[in-house]
């Protein structure tokens, strides 16, 4: 079972995209100075697909793109529900996740059009830096095409 904290609109997750981000606790990395350290805990309620369609009737309009924060505690899960999102609305809101993990399953490009790997390691930063080791990878044609450097650009407020 998956649940989320909290979801907020943004503009800098996803390059091009207005995203949905929404956050989901039981965060099994446990990286050193996360930005989010209660999503460590087991906390929240629980995201299914009657909570996620309530998210999307009320945002729907507005994003062009849904990103589950974490969801590494429980992968069948979280493919599930985004396989829902596409189909519920036939490929309209695009889907992403940010995982801490460096590897992910194969399968994993059958379910979404971006996904962000690797921890967060204190000394090199997050995807808005350079020396980062996280990757944000757009899944295009059964490709993950690496993306990181639209991050870097769009840190430093350069169109790219």
Request: proline share 3%; net charge negative.
């Amino acid at each position: 079972m998956l649940k989320y904290v909290d979801y907020d609109i943004v503009f800098q997750e996803i390059p091009d995209e207005v995203t949905l981000a929404v956050n989901l606790s039981n965060c099994p990395y446990r990286c050193r100075g996360c930005h989010s350290p209660h999503l460590q805990q087991d906390i929240g309620k629980e995201l299914n697909e009657s909570a996620l369609a309530g998210l999307l009737q009320s945002y729907e309009k507005a994003i062009t793109c849904i990103c589950f924060m974490g969801g590494d505690a429980d992968t069948g899960e979280l493919y599930r529900l985004a396989d829902f999102v596409r189909k519920s609305r036939g490929g309209r809101i695009k889907t992403a996740w940010y995982s801490g993990s460096d590897r992910l399953p194969e399968n994993s490009k059958d379910h979404f059009d971006f996904v962000k790997t690797g921890p967060y390691i204190e000394t090199l930063g997050g995807l808005n830096k350079r020396t980062t080791n996280q990757r944000l990878y757009r899944i295009e044609d059964d490709n993950m095409i690496d993306i990181t450097h639209r991050m870097h650009s769009a840190a430093h407020g350069t169109a790219q």
